[in-house]
């Protein structure tokens, strides 16, 4: 996400509805009724999602769940919000883990998957670290990644009893990471951030 919408754009509550009808060819997300359009990501990004995206791939092979890469909706209703009500989070992560067939339908997901990481950049910093993180927090996602290209480190946020997130675990590229939700599936950095 890079920039915020002009004032008129930002004075009307946006919605799921209103979601399909942005331009297409063009990446936009919308939190709390607000639209932020998204940048064209950096090679180093891609790399990371695509090393990512693989790691999961290989390790979801022939289970329940599955992995999905941006572009790709997640929507999470706030209440009994119908699909097309839906404003609290209309987000594209970079990386997503669902595991609930049956909430995949339109243009992704509906609902609250157990995984999301989002591959952060100087322009995406700020929603990354405070606007997702709040709302996934609050949502309920079990596990929450920060992964950021330009210093090579990792910052996973799992959720604790208290519905809180706890202090992240930080890694480097000389880490190798447990998954919490996959306890047998370990991400290797190295590949990661091979680069």
């Known amino acids: 996400m890079s920039e915020f919408l002009s004032t008129p754009l930002a004075e009307k509550k946006y919605t799921y509805a209103d979601y399909l009808k942005f331009p297409s060819g063009e990446r936009w997300e919308i939190i709390d009724g607000i639209p932020y359009m998204q940048s064209a990501p950096t090679w180093q990004h891609q790399a990371v999602s695509v090393e990512l995206t693989s790691q999961f791939n290989a390790y979801l092979k022939g289970k329940p769940c599955r992995v999905f890469a941006a572009p790709f909706d997640l929507c999470i209703p706030e209440l009994d919000e119908s699909d097309e009500n839906i404003?609290?989070?209309?987000?594209?992560?970079?990386?997503?883990?669902?595991?609930?067939?049956?909430?995949?339908?339109?243009?992704?997901?509906?609902?609250?998957?157990?995984?999301?990481?989002?591959?952060?950049?100087?322009?995406?910093?700020?929603?990354?670290?405070?606007?997702?993180?709040?709302?996934?927090?609050?949502?309920?996602?079990?596990?929450?990644?920060?992964?950021?290209?330009?210093?090579?480190?990792?910052?996973?946020?799992?959720?604790?009893?208290?519905?809180?997130?706890?202090?992240?675990?930080?890694?480097?590229?000389?880490?190798?990471?447990?998954v919490s939700i996959f306890p047998d599936l370990i991400i290797e950095l190295s590949t990661v951030f091979d680069f």
């Open 87 to 178: 404003s609290n989070i209309i987000s594209q992560p970079d990386i997503v883990v669902v595991c609930e067939e049956s909430k995949l339908r339109k243009t992704g997901y509906f609902g609250i998957p157990p995984l999301i990481i989002e591959i952060s950049s100087p322009s995406t910093a700020r929603n990354d670290k405070l606007f997702k993180f709040n709302k996934f927090e609050k949502a309920g996602v079990k596990e929450y990644w920060i992964v950021e290209p330009d210093t090579k480190l990792l910052s996973v946020f799992t959720l604790q009893e208290s519905n809180r997130y706890g202090r992240p675990e930080i890694y480097t590229e000389l880490d190798n990471v447990v």
